[in-house]
C-alpha cells in the first residue's frame, strides 16, 4: 500500500511538472502596449536560443523595448517589428523584430497567444501594413495571387 500512495505521488509531481512546463508566461496591460511574453533569439539560426520569459514596452515611435533576463542581470533593447509568421502554433501568434546589433543583423522571435490585447498593437507596427500570406509577406494595398 505505501508503494501505491509513493506511485501516485510521482505520478502527480510528473503531471505538475508537464503543466508548469507546458505553460507561458503573458500578460499585457488593458492598452496593449506593455506585455509579457516569450522570446526567442534567432541570430544564429543553425543555433537559436531558447525561449526565455521577457518585457517588451511599445514606444510612441514604434520601436519595441524588450527586457530579457540574462542570469542575474537585465539585458535592455530596442528592436523594430518586421514581420509575423504565416504559420504560427495553434492558438499562437508569432511576431519577427530586427536589430542592427554588434555582430550584425539580430532577429527575435516574439511568441504570444493569438487573443492577446497587444496582437492588433503589433499589426499596426507592421512595416507598410504588411500581412502574411503562404510564406512571403503581401501588402494589403497589392493585389494577391493565389
Not at 20 to 36: I, N, S, V
Not at 53 to 64: I, T, Y
Request: charge should be positive; proline fraction near 7%.
Amino acid at each position: 500500500m505505501e508503494y501505491l500512495w509513493f506511485a501516485l505521488l510521482v505520478v502527480g509531481m510528473v503531471g505538475l511538472w508537464w503543466v508548469a512546463y507546458r505553460m507561458e508566461p503573458h500578460w499585457a496591460a488593458k492598452d496593449g502596449r506593455r506585455f509579457l511574453c516569450s522570446c526567442q533569439d534567432l541570430s544564429d539560426l543553425a543555433h537559436p536560443g531558447r525561449a526565455k520569459e521577457a518585457r517588451v514596452v511599445v514606444l510612441p515611435d514604434g520601436m519595441l523595448h524588450v527586457t530579457r533576463k540574462a542570469g542575474l542581470r537585465r539585458q535592455q533593447t530596442l528592436w523594430r517589428l518586421t514581420g509575423r509568421s504565416p504559420d504560427p502554433p495553434r492558438r499562437k501568434q508569432v511576431y519577427l523584430a530586427e536589430r542592427n546589433g554588434d555582430l550584425g543583423r539580430e532577429m527575435l522571435a516574439i511568441r504570444l497567444p493569438a487573443n492577446s490585447r497587444c496582437v492588433p498593437v503589433l499589426d499596426d507596427l507592421l512595416p507598410g501594413g504588411q500581412r502574411t500570406c503562404g510564406d512571403q509577406l503581401v501588402s494589403e494595398s497589392e493585389p494577391r495571387i493565389d
